[in-house]
């Protein structure tokens, strides 16, 4: 019983199924308990090319661990380095939307400072508008008052050529009177 457990034991170990391995111990129980004849050297060189095939399973189960092992270690380094750009993106990423969120502001501002600006044109351009009606009335003042004075001024003359008119007149008549009265006086002497 001994070393029907120790077969088994052993053939788990060979990574043999448990189903398998106790199939395999009660081939070799019953191989044993019967008479050791040629049945049991054929059923000893079947267990033998299956133990054969069993061990050339397990060392091709074993390139295939190993070449999994390796394709695992390649795939966990590409991964890391995947991981790794992806943590460079990221940053260059955030850095780039850092940026951007400047730039959002300073555009606000700018677009603010412009609005101010735009505002403030717009008042300039009222107050411009509101100096531009008092330069037109004063201009129609000016030119009324022009029109005005030129009258005076015409009317003036007139009344200057009337008055150097009306001077040598009465220059003329006060010789006149001069004259005649001198005459009178000079008379009422002779006489």
Same mark, same amino acid.
């Given at each position: 019983?001994? *070393?029907?457990?120790?077969a088994?034991?052993?053939?788990?170990?060979?990574?043999?199924d448990?189903q398998?391995?106790?199939?395999?111990?009660?081939v070799?129980?019953? #191989?044993?308990? +019967?008479?050791?004849?040629?049945?049991?050297? =054929?059923?000893?060189?079947?267990?033998?090319?299956?133990? %054969?095939?069993?061990d050339?399973?397990?060392?091709?189960l074993?390139?295939?661990?190993?070449?999994t092992?390796e394709?695992?270690?390649?795939?966990? &380094? =590409?991964?890391?380095?995947?991981?790794?750009q992806?943590?460079?993106l &990221?940053?260059?990423?955030?850095?780039?939307d850092?940026?951007?969120g400047?730039? &959002?502001?300073?555009? %606000?501002? @700018?677009?603010? +400072?412009?609005?101010?600006?735009? +505002?403030?044109?717009?008042?300039?351009a009222? +107050?411009f508008?509101?100096?531009?009606? =008092?330069v037109d009335?004063m201009e129609a003042?000016?030119?009324? #008052? %022009?029109?005005r004075?030129?009258?005076a001024?015409? *009317?003036l003359?007139?009344?200057?050529?009337t008055? *150097?008119?009306?001077?040598?007149? @009465?220059k003329?008549? *006060? @010789?006149l #009177?001069?004259? &005649?009265?001198?005459?009178a006086?000079?008379?009422?002497?002779?006489l």
């Open positions: 019983m001994m *070393s029907t457990h120790k088994f034991k052993a053939l788990q170990q060979a990574g043999i448990d398998q391995a106790e199939a395999m111990v009660e070799f129980t019953d #191989m044993q308990q +019967r008479q050791p004849g040629a049945q049991v050297g =054929k059923q000893l060189g079947q267990i033998q090319t299956k133990a %054969n095939h069993i050339v399973r397990i060392g091709q074993q390139t295939k661990a190993e070449q092992d394709r695992l270690g390649k795939l966990t &380094t =590409k991964v890391d380095q995947i991981d790794d992806l943590g460079k &990221t940053t260059k990423v955030d850095q780039i850092e940026r951007l400047h730039l &959002t502001i300073k555009v %606000n501002q @700018i677009d603010e +400072r412009l609005g101010h600006v735009e +505002r403030k044109t717009d008042k300039l009222i +107050r508008n509101h100096l531009e009606i =008092k009335k003042m000016l030119s009324e #008052m %022009n029109f004075l030129t009258g001024v015409d *009317s003359r007139n009344d200057v050529v008055l *150097s008119t009306d001077m040598r007149w @009465i003329r008549l *006060s @010789i #009177m001069t004259t &005649t009265l001198l005459a006086v000079l008379k009422d002497i002779l």
